[in-house]
């Protein structure tokens, strides 16, 4: 579902580039709520008042956008991976 959601908010934000209307994809790592509380907390773990303080301030940039920014990286290794090695990580 996370995968089709964002393959149709990509093709919107591609349909969207010539209008002046910005959409804003923010992919971030896990976010600690209270429907995660009793979960084992993972790497770059960030509360929900620290996604929302960053989504207002970068609200009207245009594309896509990693936080913590770091993840930015971690998806670049997992994309330039074989795939035989992602299928050993799992």
Known sequence: T????DFWARGLRSDLNSS???LLLLRCGMIQTKM???L???PFT???AE????????YQKHG???FPKILRYVAIMIK????FLLKKLR
């Open 2 to 5: 996370k995968s089709a959601t």
């Open 20 to 22: 002046r209307i910005n």
């Open 46 to 48: 960030v509360s929900a």
């Open 51 to 58: 996604v929302a303080d960053f989504v207002i301030k970068n």
């Open 36 to 38: 995660s509380k009793h």
């Open 80 to 83: 330039l991976l074989p795939n």
């Open 40 to 42: 084992k907390v993972a």
């Open 64 to 66: 896509v956008v990693y």
